[in-house]
């Protein structure tokens, strides 16, 4: 299984849920996705919200592949981290579905988190397809 993070479950950021899941990925190459990124408000920072489109722009991210540790454990709480509930998903913030990224010029099939709601006021576009370089070019905090 691969995995493609484009926000706060990218290695690096400073939420436990992504601290331990990334200790049991392999180690993550650069990949983009079509489609559509937006900067999510709330009171606990920004989160991203990525909207698969074959005519948008890149959505920057990195693809792992799964670690010999990795388990279904983890993928549960990664699914619950998103508010993917597999048994609910028209009830979930976040869907876990199948997508093609490219990396150094291959095509490589991942899982990703795609946003499944409407969109809330205060969500700013992402024109430049990275959720931490928007964050810092704004000064805004990342969801914690």
Same mark, same amino acid.
């Given at each position: 299984?691969?995995?493609?993070?484009?926000?706060?479950?990218?290695?690096?950021?400073?939420?436990?849920?992504?601290?331990?899941?990334?200790?049991?990925?392999?180690?993550?190459?650069?990949?983009?996705?079509?489609?559509?990124?937006?900067?999510?408000?709330?009171?606990?920072?920004?989160?991203? =919200?990525?909207?698969?489109?074959?005519?948008?722009?890149?959505?920057?991210?990195?693809?792992?592949?799964?670690?010999?540790?990795?388990?279904?454990?983890?993928?549960?709480?990664?699914?619950?981290?998103?508010?993917?509930?597999?048994?609910?998903?028209?009830?979930?913030?976040?869907?876990?579905?199948?997508?093609?990224?490219?990396? =150094?010029?291959?095509?490589?099939?991942?899982?990703?988190?795609?946003?499944? =709601?409407?969109?809330? !006021?205060?969500?700013?576009?992402?024109?430049?397809?990275?959720?931490?370089?928007?964050?810092? !070019?704004?000064?805004?905090?990342?969801?914690?």
């Amino acid at each position: 299984m691969r995995l493609f993070f484009y926000g706060t479950l990218m290695q690096g950021t400073c939420n436990d849920v992504a601290t331990a899941l990334h200790r049991r990925l392999e180690a993550g190459v650069p990949a983009t996705a079509p489609g559509r990124l937006y900067a999510i408000p709330d009171p606990a920072g920004w989160y991203p =919200a990525f909207i698969p489109d074959p005519a948008g722009a890149a959505v920057h991210g990195m693809v792992h592949a799964a670690g010999p540790g990795f388990a279904q454990a983890d993928l549960a709480a990664l699914d619950a981290y998103e508010d993917y509930r597999p048994a609910d998903p028209a009830g979930s913030l976040y869907l876990r579905r199948p997508l093609t990224v490219s990396s =150094a010029g291959e095509d490589i099939g991942a899982q990703a988190y795609i946003y499944n =709601a409407v969109l809330p !006021a205060g969500a700013r576009p992402i024109a430049c397809g990275d959720f931490r370089t928007f964050l810092a !070019a704004h000064g805004l905090p990342e969801f914690r």
